[in-house]
């Protein structure tokens, strides 16, 4: 734990909260991407750690190099359904760079206390990071429930002032 999924809180909190900043798409998908690698471990019974080399800030950030290429030329396509649900930014390279960096590094941040096999300064091998505490996973997943729930609210906040800033221009 956590969950993959649970990573959209954290991330969707600090996206909302610096929307002005950091590209909301790139945060969003940056903070479960790395989860891959231990799909991959369990899908192809590897003989590898479930949090391996890209769960470490080293490989999370060539994760982030190649997540900052592939949005610089896909972003266009999620513009769609950014303005569906009234989030449209304007995109740059430094929002989706922060974005990718942020989710990406927010997401070692969140496993790390968690699992004992994370080498989070990878060539350095252990973790720093780890509570030995047997409830750590289910305070983690309550923190990342609790900053989805907040992000939505931020959300629904930021479209009542939408909303009331159109209705006040008729």
């Known amino acids: 734990m956590p969950f993959t999924p649970f990573h959209f809180g954290p991330s969707g909190l600090i996206g909302q909260l610096l929307l002005k900043w950091v590209d909301f798409p790139t945060i969003l998908i940056a903070s479960v991407v790395i989860d891959i690698e231990p799909l991959f471990v369990i899908l192809f019974n590897l003989s590898y750690p479930l949090h391996g080399f890209?769960?470490?800030?080293l490989g999370a950030t060539l994760v982030a190099l190649l997540l900052i290429l592939i949005m610089r030329y896909f972003r266009r396509y999620f513009s769609v359904f950014m303005k569906i649900f009234k989030l449209k930014q304007d995109v740059t390279l430094k929002k989706i760079a922060l974005g990718a960096f942020i989710g990406l590094f927010?997401?070692?941040?969140?496993?790390a206390p968690i699992y004992v096999e994370m080498n989070p300064f990878f060539p350095i091998v252990g973790n720093p990071f780890l509570v030995k505490n047997a409830f750590i996973s289910l305070e983690i997943s309550i923190f990342c429930i609790f900053c989805f729930l907040s992000a939505i609210l931020i959300y629904c906040i930021r479209l009542i002032f939408q909303y009331r800033k159109r209705n006040r221009l008729k």
Do not use: E, T
């Open 106 to 111: 927010a997401h070692i941040l969140l496993d």
């Open 54 to 57: 890209f769960h470490s800030f």
